[in-house]
């Protein structure tokens, strides 16, 4: 099914902020700018990759590159979020992705978070206002202790492109309002096993400061 040319326009109008770390941000990048995305602001963790975004061919997309202060922490990232409609995160470190949650839900901004432990990746698409918070979700799914530096991202190049594509399509639908985007259902996916799991019925917690928070509409 092709796009109406509302939802063309709609995606022309929008800005996504990728924090990249993981090699997935390449491909989802890549995808944002062949959809249309009107403006992409990378920002990478660490700067030191930033160089393979700019073989990107931007078109008619705005593509902005730059780097992530990590001593500032993720309220280095602050000023930008108010000015974007969709913040997605490959980053590698789960103190930056907590931060990047709490961030999006207190300004009311949709985020695509992701991670990967071994083969298998978690995507999420958290809504404020629908969705738990990462803070809320993580120990709920098993994930209670957090690493306290980076982790590794994943060795295949082939994985790390899959995952930018899923995220890339979270995206798209979002933007454009294509199709279902399931807001309170965390996906554990193998691409070498095949494994599915899907994590479901991860509503906002309405006690908790995060998530409980009134949902600020892009």
Known sequence: MSMSRHQLE???RSTV?????ADAALSLVELLVDAGVGRVVVVQQGGEKSVMFQAV???DTSLEIRSFNESGGVNALESLLPEVDLVVETVLDWQVKLGLSDLAMRLGKALIHSGVVGHRYQIYFIKPGKSAC????LPGVGIEDFPLGPVAPHPLKAVETWAGS???LDAIKYLADL???QTTTLWRIDPLSGDIEAVRNLASVKDCPDCGLPFKSH
Do not use: E, K, N, Q
């Not at 902020?17 to 770390?21: C, D, K, R």
């Not at 990462?134 to 979700?137: D, G, T």
């Open 17 to 21: 902020l990728v924090v990249a770390g």
């Open 10 to 12: 709609a995606l022309r």
């Open 134 to 137: 990462l803070r809320c979700v």
């Open 166 to 168: 899923l995220m890339a």
């Open 179 to 181: 199709g279902v985007i």
């Open 57 to 59: 061919t931007p078109s």
